[in-house]
């Protein structure tokens, strides 16, 4: 027969999920020798007590122009560009930008974090967020370059003038 040792196995620690479903798979060293205490925790946690002064729609503008002349100041153009583009819209502590295209959105996301910061700090409001919206441009009147397409263009407008045109023999490639 073989010898069998017994094998003294201590008790290992579980992954433990936090509040979002993931897993926490790493773990600091600092951490586990020096745990914080409960009260630390829950200070750090607590959002409660963080300022939540109201502001108007004239307040926000000052702030975001203030915000937008920075991005100008630091060579950041095309932010400051997206900033200028429409006025942000306010709705209690949301405020919503319009966002006309793709590029505009991208630049937003990149520096999202940086302006809502802001305006949380010189607003005095730590509950304000930021969302934005698609806005796409309304079509273009239609550019008449030619003779014929002016005309067109005023024939659209009024039918009459096609009757005119037609009774006075006109020629509109003169």
Not at 67 to 89: C, D, F, G, I, R
Not at 93 to 114: K, M, W
Not at 145 to 155: F, R, S
């Given at each position: 027969?073989?010898?069998?040792?017994?094998?003294?196995?201590?008790?290992?620690?579980?992954?433990?999920?936090?509040?979002?479903?993931?897993?926490?798979?790493?773990?600091?060293?600092?951490?586990?020798?020096?745990?914080?205490?409960?009260?630390?925790?829950?200070?750090?946690?607590?959002?409660?007590?963080?300022?939540?002064?109201?502001?108007?729609?004239?307040?926000?503008?000052?702030?975001?122009?203030?915000?937008?002349?920075?991005?100008?100041?630091l060579k950041k153009m095309s932010m400051?560009?997206?900033?200028?583009?429409?006025?942000?819209?306010?709705?209690?502590?949301?405020?919503?930008?319009?966002?006309?295209?793709?590029?505009?959105?991208?630049?937003?996301?990149?520096?999202?974090?940086?302006?809502?910061?802001?305006?949380?700090?010189?607003?005095?409001?730590?509950?304000?967020?930021?969302?934005?919206?698609?806005?796409?441009?309304?079509?273009?009147?239609?550019?008449?370059?030619?003779?014929?397409?002016?005309?067109?263009?005023?024939?659209?407008?009024?039918?009459?003038?096609?009757?005119?045109?037609?009774?006075?023999?006109?020629?509109?490639?003169?």
């Amino acid at each position: 027969m073989r010898n069998q040792r017994a094998v003294e196995e201590k008790p290992r620690k579980k992954l433990s999920f936090k509040s979002g479903g993931s897993i926490k798979t790493g773990f600091s060293i600092q951490n586990e020798l020096n745990p914080k205490k409960k009260e630390e925790v829950q200070q750090s946690a607590d959002i409660g007590n963080l300022p939540h002064t109201s502001f108007t729609k004239e307040e926000l503008q000052a702030v975001w122009t203030e915000y937008a002349n920075k991005m100008q100041s630091l060579k950041k153009m095309s932010m400051y560009t997206v900033l200028n583009a429409h006025e942000p819209e306010l709705d209690g502590d949301v405020v919503t930008i319009a966002l006309g295209h793709e590029a505009a959105q991208n630049e937003y996301q990149n520096e999202r974090s940086g302006l809502l910061a802001f305006l949380k700090s010189k607003l005095n409001n730590f509950y304000i967020d930021l969302q934005y919206r698609i806005v796409l441009k309304e079509e273009q009147p239609k550019k008449a370059y030619t003779n014929k397409d002016k005309l067109k263009l005023l024939q659209e407008e009024n039918p009459a003038l096609l009757d005119l045109v037609k009774k006075l023999d006109l020629d509109a490639d003169f």
